[in-house]
Structures are given as structure tokens and as C-alpha cells.
């Protein structure tokens, strides 16, 4: 049962620490997706890349986030310094539009982020 | 610019009422519709539509899309508290930026036993 899996689930950190969450697309997708979803802007896009080519960073706060795929299997979203503002849950999400014809992502479970 | 609309914010019906979920768009060189059911955890797929006036169904959901009028609608008959969930609706285009989603705000379904 293939699954976009994300790490940590969970992460509570004090403001100006350094965050950084994984994610793990579903083994043949090359698009990858990252969202941050409150209840105030519901779910926000990020920054998205096709085979690991940066396509879109245009919704991330460029001075202190940064998106890399370092190899086809891991994603990561990096935040610092952190501040309270940020605390969201952001989920990654993986999917192959330009090879399988279906728009349709899939996405991991979620970090939940909460900075103090 | 793009976007996606939902209505109503939030619906509240009892076991066994038929719902309308409703989702218009305006996205440049549109490609498709998907939705999305959200409980407490990450959003689950539901469908994606492409033509106009095909039923889409799965159980006791079903969605069309209308390319002209730029809307779709998602129904759930015969609901179950389980239908409890935000249902998100997003568009795709075609181009450079294939496969982005555009969400819309969703609409908070609950349903009361």
C-alpha cells in the first residue's frame, strides 16, 4: 500500500530554532508538493518540484523557508528561524500530472507544528 | 487571477438527508476538478472530473462538472455521521504549471446522528 509518508508528526519548538520536516513521496512519483494548511488560510501552497526541479516557491516566505529535493525519495521543508506565526500543519503531498494523465495527489499524514 | 469558490462554508443535516456540496471556478486553461475529503487528518481523493455532464460515483457520492457554467457539485445521499468531514474542491490547469492544485476554503459537513 504505497503511501507518502512524513517526519516528525509532531514538533513542538521554541521561536528562532531551526525546523525541518521530511517527506517521503510515493516510489515513482515525480511531482512533489509542499502545503501548510490553518484554520485562518486553509490549505496554502508552498512550493511544488518535478523531478526535483524547483517549479513553483512562490507561496513560501523566502527569507526564512527553503524547499530542497536532495534525491528522488526525500523532500524537505526548512524553516529558520522559526516564529510563532508559523506553527500550521504542513503536508506533503506526491503525484505524477505530466506521466499519468491524473492531476490526483496523495498526501502523507502531516507534520503538526507548533512554535512557542 | 485563479480561484475557487465553495458554498455553503458549512452544512449540518441529520442521518440519512442528501446533500449538495457546491464548487465553482475561474482557472485559466482548465484542466480538471478534483475533491477532496478532509476529517482530522490529511485529505483523502474522492474524484476527478474532466468532461462536463459525466456522473462521476463512488457509493453514495457522486460529482458531475459543467465546463460552461464552470461549477461542479458533489452529493452525498442517504449521509452518515461517518460524512462528517471538510469536502475541499480544487482545479487544475494545463502548461508549465500542470498538476498545481488550486483549493477552495471547503465546506464543513456535519452530520448529527
Known amino acids: 500500500d504505497a503511501r507518502v509518508t512524513q517526519t516528525p508528526r509532531h514538533k513542538v519548538t521554541e521561536m528562532g530554532q531551526e525546523v525541518t520536516m521530511r517527506c517521503q513521496p510515493i516510489?515513482?512519483?515525480?511531482?512533489v508538493f509542499w502545503y501548510r494548511q490553518t484554520m485562518m488560510q486553509g490549505l496554502e501552497l508552498l512550493a511544488y518540484?518535478?523531478?526535483?526541479?524547483?517549479?513553483?516557491d512562490s507561496g513560501m516566505p523566502k527569507d526564512r523557508f527553503s524547499a530542497e529535493m536532495p534525491d528522488a525519495t526525500l523532500a524537505t521543508l526548512k524553516i529558520q528561524p522559526s516564529e510563532p506565526r508559523d506553527s500550521a500543519v504542513y503536508f506533503c503531498?506526491?503525484?505524477?500530472?505530466?506521466?499519468?494523465?491524473?492531476?490526483?495527489?496523495?498526501f502523507g499524514p502531516g507534520t503538526r507544528l507548533t512554535v512557542l | 487571477e485563479d480561484k475557487v469558490v465553495q458554498s455553503p462554508l458549512s452544512l449540518v443535516v441529520h442521518e440519512g438527508d442528501t446533500v449538495t456540496l457546491n464548487c465553482s471556478y475561474e482557472?485559466?486553461?482548465?484542466?480538471?476538478l478534483l475533491w477532496y475529503k478532509q476529517e482530522k487528518k490529511a485529505p483523502t481523493f474522492l474524484f476527478m472530473l474532466?468532461?462536463?455532464?459525466i456522473e462521476k460515483k463512488s457509493g453514495r457520492l457522486s460529482s458531475i462538472l459543467d465546463k460552461k457554467e464552470l461549477f461542479s457539485i458533489l452529493n452525498i445521499t442517504a449521509t452518515q455521521t461517518g460524512d462528517s468531514a471538510v469536502y475541499l474542491c480544487?482545479?487544475?490547469?494545463?502548461?508549465?504549471?500542470?498538476?498545481?492544485?488550486?483549493f477552495g476554503r471547503g465546506t464543513q459537513l456535519t452530520v448529527w446522528p
Open positions: 503531498a506526491s503525484g505524477s500530472p505530466d506521466r499519468d494523465g491524473t492531476d490526483t495527489q496523495y
Open positions: 516510489l515513482g512519483h515525480n511531482t
Open positions: 518540484f518535478r523531478n526535483r526541479a524547483p517549479l513553483d
Open positions: 482557472v485559466t486553461n482548465f484542466r480538471s
Open positions: 474532466t468532461s462536463s455532464g
Open positions: 480544487a482545479a487544475t490547469h494545463r502548461g508549465s504549471t500542470l498538476g498545481r492544485l488550486y
